[in-house]
C-alpha cells in the first residue's frame, strides 16, 4: 500500500518494524513491536479487524470508534504525525489516503515506591517513576481541582520528549506562567533525556552554581508547590520534576515541616540553617583563628591545639584542604559503588582514613574533628543539590582566608551575599522575601509558623507587577 510504503520509508531500516496486511479490512497495521504490548495489539487490534471486518460500515474510522476497546483512535492525514505517533509507542493504521493512529504502548513501567533522594517520617511514601502518565495520576489524585492544567511540549529534534508544564489557572502569576511557555518554546536541542538537562537550558542564570529550580520526587511536594502558584515541568522518562520559581529558603524546607507541630517544624528549619553556616564557615574560621588571630582563642584551648599540631609537617591550610579532598573523594566513590556497599564504604572509610591519617601524623585530630562537623552540615542540609554547591564554597572561602585571614573569610560571604542578591528564578529575587521584606511571608521562611496563621498564599512566588494581588489569595497548607 503506498501509505504504507511513505510510511516505512521514513524510518531507517530496523528489525523491530512490523507491518502486518489485513485484507479482509484493505488495511495495514505498522507498529515497532520492542516498544509495544504484543498482546493487546493482538487482542484488542489485529484479532477484531481480522474477525470483524468484513461485517463493517463503510466508514472504518467510526466502526473502530464504536467497537474496539482502545484508550485513543485518532485520525491523521500527515506523514509526518503519523511516524510520530509511531515512535510514540503507538499503532499507524495504513489506509488508502489517511492514517489511524491507536494506542497499544506497552513499556514496562515501575511502580510508584519511596523518594530515596525526598526521605519522610509522616509524610506519603509513594514517589515519581519514569512514566510521565503515572507522574501526572499521582499528582491529579491529590488536587481533584479542574483548573489544574497539564500543557504539552515536544522538546528534542531526535528524541522528542514529552515535557508537562503544569500549573493551577487562578493560582498562578501569568507572567511567570507566559516566561516558561517561552523557554520551552525557544528549547532547540537534539535530545532530551533528564530533568537536570532542562533546568540548565531555562533557567535564568547559567554561571551559577546555585540552583534555580527545585527538583523533587515526591507527589505531595509538588501538589503543594502548585497550591502556593508554582510551576512544575515533568519531563518524561525520569522520576524528578522540577519546580519554579525556587528562592534560596525553598532549599531548606521539607514536608516533614508541615506534618508535625509548628514548634517541632521550626526546631527542625533551625538545626538545618545552623548546618548550613557550620559546613561552610567552620574549616575557614578554624584556619583564621588559628594562623592569625590565635589571641582570639582562651589561652588553654591555645596550647592544647598546639599540642595536637606537634609534629604535623603539614600548614594549617593544607592539612585543611587535604582532609576536605579526602572527605569528598570518599563521599563520591561511595556514590559510584554499588548501592550494598556504597553507605558502609563512606562510613567506614571515613572512619578509616581519618584514624590512619591521625595516627600516621599528617593531620591533627582537631582538623579531622572540624571536617566531620563540616560533613554532618551537608548532609543536615534536605536538597542535594543545594548541599553540594555549600560544600564546594569551601574550598575557595579557604583559599580566601589562609591569604587574608579572617578579613578574607568576611569578604567572601560579603561577596557570596551580593551574588545571591542578584540571582533570580523566573524574574523572582533569590532572597526573597528577605530583600523585598514581604512580612507576611516570613512566618513560613526560616521558622514555621502555626498553620492556623499562614493562610494567605505566599506573595514570594510572584512577578513584580503581581505581588500585592497574590496577597489576597488563600491557601491551603501541606
Request: with cysteine; hydrophobic share 45%; charged share 20%.
Amino acid at each position: 500500500m503506498e501509505t504504507t510504503q511513505l510510511l516505512v520509508s521514513r524510518i531507517h531500516l530496523s528489525f523491530d518494524v512490523i507491518v502486518r496486511p489485513v485484507p479482509s479490512a484493505a488495511l495495514e497495521v505498522v507498529f515497532i513491536e520492542t516498544i509495544v504490548d504484543t498482546a493487546r495489539l493482538e487482542e484488542r487490534l489485529l484479532g477484531p479487524l481480522t474477525r470483524t471486518a468484513g461485517r463493517r460500515d463503510r466508514d472504518l474510522f467510526k466502526w473502530m470508534d464504536n467497537t474496539l476497546q482502545l484508550t485513543r483512535i485518532e485520525k491523521v492525514s500527515s506523514v509526518d504525525d503519523a511516524m510520530n505517533a509511531l515512535l510514540d509507542s503507538q499503532a499507524v493504521l495504513c489506509l488508502a489516503k489517511e492514517y489511524i493512529v491507536v494506542s497499544v504502548d506497552g513499556l514496562a513501567r515501575r511502580t510508584p515506591q519511596e523518594p530515596a533522594t525526598d526521605v519522610s517520617i509522616r509524610a506519603s511514601r509513594d514517589g515519581f517513576t519514569e512514566s510521565i502518565d503515572t507522574n501526572v495520576a499521582l499528582v491529579r489524585t491529590r488536587i481533584k481541582d479542574p483548573n489544574l492544567a497539564f500543557e504539552k511540549f515536544i522538546i528534542g529534534e531526535r528524541s522528542h520528549t514529552n515535557v508537562l508544564l503544569a500549573y493551577i489557572q487562578g493560582l498562578v502569576d501569568p507572567a511567570i506562567l507566559e516566561e516558561a511557555r517561552n523557554r520551552l518554546r525557544q528549547l532547540k536541542i537534539d535530545g532530551l533525556f533528564a530533568s537536570g538537562t532542562l533546568e540548565q537550558w531555562i533557567e535564568d542564570h547559567h554561571w551559577t552554581p546555585y540552583p534555580q529550580m527545585q527538583a523533587t520526587e515526591r507527589p505531595d511536594k509538588t501538589a503543594s508547590a502548585l497550591l502556593e502558584g508554582r510551576i512544575a515541568f515533568f519531563v518524561d522518562q525520569t522520576p524528578f520534576v522540577l519546580l519554579a520559581p525556587a528562592v534560596m529558603v525553598s532549599f531548606f524546607h521539607t514536608v516533614d515541616d508541615y506534618t508535625q507541630r509548628w514548634w517541632s517544624g521550626t526546631a527542625l528549619r533551625l538545626i538545618r540553617i545552623v548546618a548550613f553556616a557550620v559546613s561552610i564557615f567552620v574549616p575557614s574560621l578554624y584556619v583564621a583563628l588559628t594562623m592569625y588571630n590565635p589571641e582570639l582563642i582562651p589561652l588553654k584551648m591555645v596550647l592544647q591545639l598546639a599540642s595536637t599540631r606537634e609534629g604535623i609537617p603539614l600548614p594549617i591550610v593544607m592539612e585543611a584542604l587535604f582532609m576536605e579532598a579526602m572527605v569528598e573523594l570518599v563521599r563520591e566513590a561511595g556514590n559510584r559503588m554499588p548501592q550494598q556497599m556504597g553507605q558502609s564504604y563512606s562510613i567506614v572509610g571515613g572512619l578509616v582514613i581519618g584514624d590512619i591519617a591521625v595516627q600516621a601524623g599528617i593531620v591533627s585530630p582537631i582538623m579531622v574533628v572540624a571536617v566531620g562537623l563540616t560533613a554532618l552540615g551537608a548532609f543536615a542540609i534536605p536538597n542535594y543539590e543545594a548541599a553540594f554547591v555549600t560544600r564546594m564554597i569551601r574550598f575557595p572561602m579557604l583559599l580566601a582566608t589562609s591569604l587574608f585571614g579572617i578579613i578574607g573569610t568576611l569578604v567572601f560571604t560579603l561577596a557570596l551575599i551580593a551574588h545571591l542578591s542578584t540571582l533570580k528564578s523566573f524574574g523572582v529575587p533569590y532572597l526573597t522575601p528577605f530583600g523585598q521584606m514581604f512580612l507576611p511571608d516570613f512566618g513560613d521562611t526560616l521558622v514555621r509558623a502555626p498553620l492556623q496563621l499562614s493562610t494567605a498564599r505566599p506573595v514570594t512566588y510572584a512577578s513584580p507587577g503581581g505581588w500585592l494581588r497574590r496577597a489576597r489569595y488563600r491557601r491551603q497548607r501541606r
